[in-house]
């Protein structure tokens, strides 16, 4: 063999970095601290766009607003699951992997913890001088009573040949695993609620009543394990809804209160009890409980076809436009006129006054002097009896809107509509009257059997790294020999030395207690 050969033969071989190498490479970077952080603030990044755009789980009419107003950005936000953050793939990629990463983190830690507690602190060292801390006093002391006065200040402690040494502090690590623990309790409790609570939306009207089932809600979104039994069969009327508003100031028109007074059943054939549903005093039956989230107004219509027969007559919910005014959009449908169906887009001003350039405005929030706006009159097919879905606050389809004949329009629009007037429409199609005024609240029902543990592991999760904080782990040492008693002292933790000395200052006088000359 040449030497050039056995150079090569000697060289070393490339080593191969295969399927194993890749998943191990890929888990450790997964369950390291660096990646666990980062995945923590993902799922906090994550969340803001949940408390800044309108959700469909819990503001649907806010999401209905937004379409109507600006369709392409709010085709946007859809096309990103903005409009359901918290039930999105994203989002749901985060949480897992930040559980997944929790779980590699603590496993480790638990490990290094225990065999930590079992550990005996270690001999102390022969000079203590060296120490960041010292002192030195004369006694006639022996080990075993220093380390006897060590455990009254509950210091983990071992003795030696004229040695003591002392270790406290273990509840610092105690507090920074039981924080990453109770992080996973939180993402735990989260998970078990999506699996096995539900939530549900519903517009009620002044009047009308609701019973929880499935089919009463406008929107129910079940967990996986939830099925229409699992519901809790309570049922509530409302009786009628108060808002109060301040009058007067530069706040005038702000709302102050809301109250929902609520007639409410328990179970079928249950006495009925009064209960006032305020925001954030929700009604709560056997752990599912119904929280205010919205209101508004529903102004009561009547609708008479050409035939001179009422086609439609009831209240209608509105669109709020202009949350400071509560000017709302209204949509009135009466698919049963005949000899064709009409529709009408309005406008509800709660407190309608003239405006110099002779439109009209809500100037106040209440209904002071409500008033209705025609915008439009249509007849024609409105597409409701085509199968498809359609929302209450859409007149028609797209395509069955370009085929609907404008009956009033632009400068033929007459004044807006006090309480008990009416208006003809051109034609002899039929008429519109304006005969009241109610108001709507929406509600979501959620039942979260997490909801409780979630709690628990939060308030945790505040005093564990509360405990991670302000805990030091410190050791002292204590050399006794011919009359002098040597005291070292150090803290194992970064940046606690300052705090460290007065406390090492206490435990030398607890040591030279009754005894003088202490340096």
């Not at 063999?1 to 295969?18: C, D, I, R, S, Y």
């Not at 752990?287 to 209101?295: D, E, K, P």
């Not at 102004?299 to 400071?324: H, M, N, R, S």
């Not at 859409?394 to 208006?423: D, F, I, Q, Y």
Request: glycine share 10%; aromatic share 10%; charged share 20%.
């Amino acid at each position: 063999m040449t030497v050039t050969e056995l150079k090569k033969e000697q060289e070393p071989k490339a080593g191969g970095f295969g399927l194993v190498a890749w998943l191990r490479w890929g888990w450790r970077t997964l369950t390291s601290m660096k990646t666990a952080l980062i995945l923590l603030f993902l799922f906090a990044l994550g969340s803001v766009p949940g408390s800044l755009l309108p959700q469909r789980g819990v503001e649907p009419d806010k999401v209905a607003l937004l379409y109507e107003q600006n369709p392409t950005l709010a085709e946007w936000y859809d096309r990103f699951q903005l409009f359901d953050v918290f039930t999105s793939v994203w989002f749901a990629a985060i949480y897992l992997l930040l559980f997944t990463s929790l779980i590699g983190c603590i496993i480790p830690r638990t490990a290094t913890y225990l065999r930590e507690l079992r550990r005996k602190p270690p001999a102390a060292p022969k000079n203590l001088s060296r120490l960041p801390h010292t002192a030195s006093f004369e006694a006639d002391m022996t080990a075993d009573e220093a380390a006897r006065r060590l455990r009254g200040l509950r210091f983990r402690v071992v003795t030696g040949d004229g040695w003591v040494s002392a270790e406290k502090g273990y509840l610092r690590e105690t507090g920074n695993l039981f924080f990453h623990v109770a992080l996973l309790g939180v993402l735990f409790a989260i998970g078990f609620g999506s699996l096995f609570g539900y939530r549900g939306n519903v517009l009620v009207v002044e009047g009308d009543g609701f019973a929880n089932t499935v089919a009463a809600y406008d929107r129910y979104m079940p967990g996986s394990q939830v099925s229409a039994e699992s519901l809790e069969p309570f049922s509530f009327q409302l009786a009628d809804f108060n808002v109060a508003y301040q009058v007067t100031g530069d706040k005038r028109g702000q709302a102050l209160d809301y109250t929902a007074n609520l007639k409410v059943s328990d179970t079928p054939g249950a006495p009925v009890r009064n209960f006032p549903l305020k925001v954030n005093e929700p009604l709560e039956v056997n752990g599912t409980q119904t929280y205010l989230i919205g209101n508004g107004y529903a102004p009561i219509f009547k609708v008479t076809d050409g035939k001179g027969q009422v086609a439609f007559e009831g209240p209608v919910p509105c669109l709020i436009e202009a949350k400071a005014t509560m000017t709302s959009g209204c949509v009135v449908k009466a698919p049963d006129a005949q000899p064709s169906q009409l529709g009408f887009l309005l406008r509800f001003l709660p407190t309608s006054v003239p405006l110099t350039d002779g439109t009209y405005a809500s100037a106040f929030p209440g209904v002071l002097n409500p008033e209705v706006q025609l915008i439009g009159a249509f007849t024609g097919d409105l597409g409701m009896r085509s199968g498809r879905p359609q929302s209450v606050y859409e007149l028609a389809p797209p395509e069955a809107m370009k085929k609907l004949t404008p009956l009033v329009m632009g400068t033929n629009v007459p004044k807006p509509l006090a309480v008990g007037r009416s208006v003809d429409l051109p034609g002899g199609a039929g008429k519109l009257e304006f005969t009241g005024v109610k108001e709507w609240i929406t509600l979501q029902t959620a039942y979260d059997p997490g909801r409780v543990p979630a709690l628990v592991s939060a308030g945790t999760a505040v005093v564990a790294i509360a405990m991670s904080l302000m805990i030091r782990r410190r050791r002292v040492f204590v050399r006794v020999k011919d009359g002098t008693v040597n005291v070292g002292g150090l803290t194992r933790t970064e940046g606690s030395a300052a705090g460290f000395a007065e406390e090492f200052a206490d435990i030398v006088k607890v040591l030279s207690a009754g005894e003088k000359d202490v340096r």
